[in-house]
């Protein structure tokens, strides 16, 4: 497995952006895809924004399309921009990588990732 870090979580207001980002230990063994989830407090795990390790194809869910934005480095880095970020969007923030299923574009379900970091909080409020 590859390990992941997140950074950039924090404290905004509605309206408000932040960047995350994620730093693979092994870029290269990290899987064809990789991706961003979050998960509030109750909530099952969402899949946001993927997009396969050659960067050449991006996946959202409708929740965030539009706002947010999901970019790689091709060396060892994700990064999501998040835009106009609103109340809904508080939760913990991960990366993951892995397969991302057998089709053309990269899942947005969990189960097919199987490295994880360990979440970047998010919140917004006013």
């Known amino acids: 497995q590859v390990q992941l870090v ?3 979580g924090g404290s905004v207001q509605p309206g408000g952006s932040l960047r995350l980002s994620c730093a693979a230990s092994d870029y290269t063994n990290a899987g064809r895809c ?3 989830f979050r998960q509030a407090p109750g909530q099952e795990r969402e899949g946001l924004a993927t997009i396969t390790r050659g960067g050449l194809t991006t996946h959202y869910a409708d929740a965030v399309k539009g706002r947010f934005t999901v970019s790689q480095d091709g060396v060892a880095n994700l990064y ?3 835009d106009n970020l609103q109340a809904g969007d508080t939760a913990m ?3 993951a990588a892995g397969d991302g ?3 053309y574009l990269c ?3 969990a189960n097919h990732y199987t490295s994880w970091g360990q979440g970047t909080p ?3 409020s006013s």
Do not use: A, H, I, K
């Open 93 to 95: 923030y991960y990366c």
């Open 80 to 82: 999501l921009q998040m």
């Open 6 to 8: 997140e950074s950039g």
């Open 101 to 103: 299923g057998p089709w």
């Open 34 to 36: 990789m991706g961003w």
């Open 107 to 109: 899942s947005l379900t």
């Open 122 to 124: 998010v919140s917004v």
